[in-house]
């Protein structure tokens, strides 16, 4: 009783000058949500109509991806199989890579290299990604045509690369936050147990860490699922399944880029590129709260 | 004194070339199966002494060390001494328990998971005599599998206390291993520091006098990385040759 009685005073009692800037965050942060709400709510109701044109079962399991040919065919299967592919291929390339570099930051270069290693890996991860996609175009893609006598340089492995050299940055950025969150003093347990320098980094540094380094491997991936215009350029844009790691690929990102411009609104390839958009949304969201998890669980520790 | 296990000359130490002397003309003898405490008010230099006998100190680039530790008679800083092996022979407890997130037997058992021992009921016999010398076996025996750091602050440093030992080491230096522990867990600590010394030989700083009273043989005194005066802890204790000495001990600065 005396505490609403307070309560009650206290909101009588406050200024408009102190009530002010509460309103306008929360009016902001309302507004955001309202807002992402609104995004989603669109993508579904302009994804969703395509399951009247075709089954789920086919979209989902249909080899062929004909979306202008009569009669059209909506088969995403290898749109999700080069999404899947390529965005594997870039994680295996890029956090083994983005671990060393982070290790090698955290526990190996001396005091002074440091903050020169840091920022190189900045400035890489500032690169626009149509940059990149410029590069793997007319150095990479040549390149490889010549060196593994492909038909095409534009393909998975191409793409792939891009997009490992693309997240490389975050990974290990990400990942020596959680190597220098390691305590200097469980090292010190460890040498003072006679572990050399790469014995206590691999046995203790490491081991401390991975649930963030597993963090920051969920992120970069993510970033990969969703990177457009790098496998839009150097993905070679086949619609197959892949076979081999220099096949050419169409995942989903690239296919929404390419013809959402040429497609009427309305028609059922347009909502079929919609339905994509709602897979990958599903599809990083999914990610996101897997890594919200294992923060979670990482606090409670 | 004769017997000694560890015995500096001379030693002295900066943290860089041109940082004023750390430690300053050190020379102590710590007997073999004795316990040494080393005291003096905070800053003097006492955790910078205990890291020099374990060579810790070497991963603080630029540091210099002048004169020599005789660990058995031979100089541990002699050119081809093997680093690890030393820091086998000499083991190490820290101010603040820190126990690896790992589980009860992996904290035990890494030292000599390092030495490439792969056998387990060796492993597990290491664990359980090793637990057992720290005092900890009978709380931890049904639980080796949980995390370490569920352990109390006090059942953290006997861990650490019992993670130094399975390596088995011959001299165990301890840093202020009491000052983040409550009144009861640090009886237990001393109580054990009592035991240890059967088996090893015991260099322990404390900033606690009554502590080096209860459980030293032998007390260095260090002020301002100089060593003041060392001798018998009874000796130190009631009738010290140095006037800073007393002042200290009878509580006058520190
Ligand atoms: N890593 C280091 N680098 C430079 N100076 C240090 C380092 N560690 C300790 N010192 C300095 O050495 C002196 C002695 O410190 P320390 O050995 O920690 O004292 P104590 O353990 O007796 O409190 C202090 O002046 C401290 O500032
Ligand atoms: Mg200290």
Not at chain 1, 212 to 221: Q, R
Not at chain 2, 55 to 65: A, E, I, K, S, T
Not at chain 2, 219 to 236: D, N, R, S
Request: charge should be neutral; aromatic fraction near 8%; hydrophobic fraction near 45%.
């Amino acid at each position: 009783m005396p505490k609403s009685a307070y309560g009650k005073m206290a909101a009588s009692g406050a200024r408009w000058s102190e009530k002010a800037p509460r309103g306008i965050v929360t009016a902001a942060a309302l507004s955001g949500i309202w807002l992402m709400g609104f995004i989603i709510l669109f993508l579904i109701k302009e994804g969703m109509p395509i399951l009247s044109e075709v089954s789920i079962l086919d979209i989902a399991s249909g080899n062929r991806w004909y979306p202008v040919s009569s009669p059209p065919r909506y088969g995403m299967l290898p749109l999700f199989a080069g999404s899947c592919a390529v965005t594997l291929l870039s994680c295996v390339i890029a956090i083994p890579f983005g671990t060393a570099v982070a290790l090698f930051i955290s526990d190996v270069c001396p005091e002074r290299a440091r903050e020169f290693c840091k920022v190189s890996l900045e400035i890489l991860g500032f690169l626009p990604s149509v940059v990149l996609g410029f590069l793997g175009m007319v150095v990479l893609a040549p390149w490889m045509q010549a060196k593994f006598e492909l038909l095409s340089g534009l393909n998975m492995l191409n793409a792939s690369f891009l997009l490992g050299v693309m997240i490389l940055p975050t990974i290990a950025t990400l990942s020596e936050d959680s190597l220098r969150a390691v305590s200097q003093s469980l090292r010190d347990a460890s040498y003072a147990l006679g572990a050399t320098r790469f014995e206590t980094m691999f046995k203790v540094v490491l081991p401390c860490a991975s649930r963030g380094i597993v963090s920051a491997a969920i992120l970069g991936m993510m970033r990969s699922v969703g990177e457009t215009m790098v496998v839009l350029m150097a993905s070679g844009g086949a619609a197959l399944i892949p076979r081999f790691i220099t096949d050419p690929v169409r995942p989903l990102t690239s296919t929404i880029a390419a013809e959402m411009g040429e497609t009427p609104v309305g028609s059922p390839h347009y909502h079929a590129l919609f339905f994509m958009g709602c897979l990958l949304m599903l599809f990083t969201c999914l990610l996101n709260m897997l890594v919200m998890k294992i923060e979670s669980a990482r606090r409670a520790k | 004194m004769d017997g000694a296990k560890l015995k500096t000359e001379s030693l002295s130490m900066a943290y860089s070339a041109n940082a004023p002397y750390a430690l300053k003309d050190i020379s102590v003898d710590v007997a073999e199966n004795s316990v040494m405490a080393f005291i003096g008010p905070s800053g003097c230099g006492k955790s910078t002494f205990l890291r020099c006998l374990n060579r810790m100190n070497d991963f603080v680039g630029g540091v210099r060390v002048e004169g020599r530790v005789l660990l058995d008679g031979s100089d541990i800083y002699a050119p081809e001494v093997d680093v690890t092996a030393l820091r086998r022979k000499v083991g190490m407890v820290f101010q603040r328990p820190n126990p690896f997130p790992f589980s009860i037997r992996e904290n035990v058992a890494y030292g000599q998971k390092l030495l490439g021992e792969r056998n387990k009921s060796r492993l597990d016999e290491i664990v359980e005599s090793s637990l057992s010398s720290a005092g900890l076996w009978e709380e931890v025996r049904d639980r080796l599998n949980e995390p370490a750091v569920s352990l109390s602050g006090g059942q953290q440093q006997r861990l650490c206390i019992a993670r130094a030992i399975a390596v088995s080491p011959e001299v165990l230096l301890m840093d202020e291993p009491t000052s983040a522990l409550d009144p009861l867990a640090t009886a237990r600590i001393e109580e054990l520091v009592r035991e240890l010394k059967k088996d090893y030989t015991v260099a322990i700083v404390t900033h606690n006098m009554q502590q080096a009273a209860r459980i030293s043989d032998a007390t260095a005194f260090f002020l301002m990385g100089e060593l003041v005066e060392a001798g018998p802890t009874t000796g130190i204790f009631t009738t010290p040759s140095d006037p800073r000495t007393e002042d200290y001990i009878t509580g006058r600065f520190g």
